[in-house]
DNA sequence: CAGGTTTCTGCGTTTTTTTGCAGGAATTGC
DNA sequence: GCAATTCCTGCAAAAAAACGCAGAAACCTG
């Protein structure tokens, strides 16, 4: 067999199979595992394949990517998420909400850490999936397309029979007063559930939304356990929370 | 025998078996190998040719190895999203696997359908979520990095509340003996629950992947309902289907 | 047709390409 | 951490290609 015509096979088998073995390549074509790897190699310089340890992939299949257009506040974003990520710790179980403020701790989170991480919000179920080591378990149910999340009774009762160690909330209202408000009935019911069912409540908000209000509540101050801004902790605006028992970092 | 005969008789062996040896060639004329490789290396030169270490390869031979498109045989996978579409009424509940030919399905549906479609596939999710229309759900469960599927058994049990109107399925490999095999066991258990759940089963396969075997069966042909190719219905590549009682389309 | 020129062909040698193998390094999964 | 793959590097053998050359054939041309 020439070698052009074992790499049109390779690529073909990639193409057809969205993947290949570099093992049962070499039975099929009865080469040694050295002249596979060759072709791989050379297909993967010209673009071709995407190669991988112990074979390749094609490269049409990789190219689900979410835009990152001009995310609002993105600088004090990060700057919270990189607060957030440091309450995570190897083997936890963490659930989620979505947002923008979530997918930036999702972006952040360290590439060895081992953990659990659930969600019901598609983007931020792309960002977990990138991630080598976490799991990443995905609420079911309705989309709700605007939100980009799964809605529903299912996915209530999903997160009602879990018990996470962490939960993180992106918010869009929080008030001393008031607790963290919403304004999407379908989504607030899901946040509900969530922090009923977690052991750990933790709050990530940019201060321009602290102390404002939205037509549903999800809860109270009192059932918020951490509360994340891009502020330092003792900022004055902080201390309404810091005075209903909040630990604020 | 002359040089002009000579390469007359190359050219004509290229276009019958799209590969030629030099050294079967130099055997059959009975001229040295210089010779040949010089001729060889003329028809190159003319574009009559691929000229490859150890022989020549046929033009023709290059293109359909080696497509351009971002998809492979995107224009064989719409023509099989078209057939599929046609199936599909207002009101019916869609259950589809993952893959590209979903995904060209996907992205085929009128914009004026009214339907139900369930998968757990983040990429064909991402495609349903951009129509006006349609209502998505997902399946939810922990999510196989390398399928982008969600995989494992409250997928499953899901799935077995269900009852569909229709299952599309994605195959990786089909064949009239075997049925359809695939090389992911987990994705092989989801493929198992959404044929047995669902009232009518319809399995999407481009032309290729017609008469080819992976390791791991997912069902018999008894149980698919209609198979869509790009294919005429007619054509005796899928006569054996037709003989096993499915409606080929 | 004779002589010169050009083209073609085969041979020996050198160079390049391809392929497989052995070892040590890196990686993956448990 | 450990065992098992897989990967990379250098190397050597085999195959193929390139090169130079010379004899032979074909082809002008007067």
Redesign the pocket.
Known sequence: M??KE?QAYILHQVNLHNKV???SLCTEIN?????I???L?ELAEEGKII?????ALSHSFNEVSFPVNGVYSQHQKRAIAQKAVGLIQNGMFVLTSGGTTIMELARCLPPQLRATFISGSIPVILEYMHHPHIEVILIGDKISKNSKITVGSEAIAKIKQMKPDLCFLGTNAIDAEHGITDNDWEVVQLKKAMIESSKKVICLSIAEKINTVQPIRVCGVQDIDILITELPPGSPSLSPFVEAGIRVI
């Open positions: 020439l070698k074992r073995l570099s093992s080469v040694s595992e050295d002249t790897r060759r072709d190699q190669k991988v340890h112990g074979g």
